[in-house]
């Protein structure tokens, strides 16, 4: 009835670590059939002990004697290592037992949406869930985690994403799509409709016209977030035909600001992204979303790391 300190906690669950158990019989913390059956035999005596308690609470709520243990809870995982993230409801661990099924090797489980975000590109989330199972696996051998070796490897991935987009490539960009006007009715031009009449009057005449809607874009963050910003990129363009074109396009459809480009995906493929645009692109924003998911990893090492800087502006 009364929750204090545990693992993890949830309105139908609760976990408990024995790990103390193992180290006081054997000295030191080991992953063996030894190791396993002392920590089945405590996980045993709670279960009893839970058991006791509920008849108890049964006793006191008037239930019959032949129905005090109707009432139950019961073990449903074993976890041989659990990492929590800073983040409410992110972690990952090994399944070893599942609902009385004993596995032969450990099964991931993998929890939090950023944990499994599908958004991003398989070249990021995909390294960072093996990632996952390495530590648990390196644990488990007794192997000593190396955080210099992680540390360098998010600053290492930081310098390709901002690398690549300065290339102009779009593997670190996100994905979406236009659709023809008539699907968005009379809103067309409120919504991401007006990005297709943003490169057909803007930038067009110097990058080449693109068929109608639909097609799919790549979104462009950008750091043009507020009016002044806005028009000091406008102010110190080298093309003023184009920037005159954009502040035409601004001033009919009330934008102030540009936080976000949605760019035809086989036109800029095919060609660039306007270099214009590069230069507001916000990297420090893409970084970031791109890898979060390694340095929430780098905080359930024992390494934080404040959420405004990136690696490389720390020096790594």
């Known amino acids: ?20 158990w193992v180290n006081w019989y054997f000295g030191d913390l080991r992953f063996s059939q030894e190791a396993y059956a002392i920590a089945g035999a405590v996980m045993f005596m709670s279960t009893q002990c ?20 109707t009432l139950s809870m019961k073990p449903e995982y074993v976890f041989p290592v659990f990492v929590q993230s800073p983040v409410a409801k992110h972690y990952f661990t090994a399944k070893l037992v599942e609902e009385g099924k004993v596995f032969k090797d450990i099964v991931m489980e993998i929890k939090g949406v950023h944990n499994k975000n599908s958004a991003l590109p398989a070249t990021i989330i995909g390294p960072a869930q093996e990632l996952m199972e390495q530590i648990i696996r ?28 300065r290339s102009s490539s779009v593997e670190f960009l996100k994905r979406s799509n236009i659709k023809e006007a008539s699907a968005y009715g009379r809103n067309a031009l409120e919504s991401n409709f007006a990005h297709h009449t943003l490169w057909q009057e ?18 462009v963050p950008t750091t043009l977030t507020s009016p002044s910003i806005y028009k000091a990129w406008l102010d110190g363009m080298k093309n003023q035909k184009l920037a005159e074109r954009m502040r035409g396009w601004s001033e009919r459809h009330n934008k102030k600001q540009m936080p976000t480009f949605y760019f035809h995906l086989d036109k800029i493929l095919s060609s660039a992204i306007p270099e214009e645009v590069i230069e507001v692109i916000d990297y420090r924003k893409i970084v970031l979303d791109l890898t979060n998911v390694r340095r929430m990893l780098l905080d359930s090492l024992g ?3 404040r959420s405004e800087f990136l690696l490389t502006e720390l020096g790594y």
């Open 303 to 305: 390494f934080p790391v």
């Open 202 to 219: 803007v930038f067009a005449p110097t990058y080449g016209s693109i068929d109608p809607p639909p097609y799919d874009v790549i979104k």
């Open 50 to 69: 839970i058991a006791h308690c509920l008849a108890i609470l049964s006793c006191n709520m008037g239930v019959a004697d032949e129905h005090l243990f």
């Open 1 to 20: 009835m009364v929750r204090q300190d545990v693992v993890l906690s949830d309105t139908d669950s609760t976990m408990f670590s024995i790990d103390e």
């Open 138 to 165: 390196d644990i488990m051998a007794g192997k000593k985690i190396s955080n210099n070796a992680n540390i360098k490897e998010v600053a290492d991935l930081e310098r390709k994403i901002i690398a690549s987009l």
